[in-house]
């Protein structure tokens, strides 16, 4: 193979590599990443998260209306951002929890004295 064969064979692979889709979504995905609103949601979530979670924790159960929205709505797009470690943690511990129907969970005006 002669040098010029070299050559045009390596700005063919070059041409493509830097013309294909792939390459461009993952340039965008890792500045999209760092970019300071994805921190902020990340941020948000992280904090809904763990409010929500120890609230569950707390009270002992959780509905499976409320289960379902915490995973489906926060959690999963949160870990699909790249959250950390943390609300896995606090998601394993809910997971644990025993699950009511929501028409089994006391109503506010079941609490009042009113």
Same mark, same amino acid.
């Given at each position: 193979?002669?040098?010029?064969?070299?050559?045009?064979?390596?700005?063919?692979?070059?041409?493509?590599? %830097?013309?294909?889709?792939?390459?461009?979504?993952?340039?965008?995905?890792?500045?999209?990443?760092?970019?300071?609103?994805?921190?902020?949601?990340?941020?948000?979530?992280?904090?809904?998260?763990?409010?929500?979670?120890?609230? %569950?924790?707390?009270?002992?159960?959780?509905?499976?209306?409320?289960?379902?929205?915490? /995973?489906?709505?926060? /959690?999963?797009? /949160?870990?699909?951002?790249?959250?950390?470690?943390?609300?896995?943690?606090?998601?394993?511990?809910?997971?644990?929890?025993?699950?009511?129907?929501?028409?089994?969970?006391?109503?506010?005006?079941?609490?009042?004295?009113?």
């Amino acid at each position: 193979m002669t040098w010029q064969h070299t050559i045009e064979l390596l700005v063919t692979v070059l041409c493509a590599v %830097f013309g294909s889709n792939g390459l461009w979504t993952l340039i965008q995905h890792r500045r999209e990443k760092k970019d300071a609103k994805t921190q902020m949601i990340l941020g948000l979530g992280h904090d809904r998260i763990v409010h929500l979670c120890k609230g %569950f924790l707390e009270q002992g159960y959780i509905s499976t209306d409320d289960f379902e929205n915490l /995973y489906e709505y926060l /959690y999963l797009p /949160y870990k699909a951002m790249g959250g950390n470690g943390t609300c896995t943690k606090l998601m394993e511990r809910v997971e644990k929890l025993p699950t009511k129907p929501v028409n089994s969970v006391p109503r506010k005006e079941e609490f009042t004295n009113e």
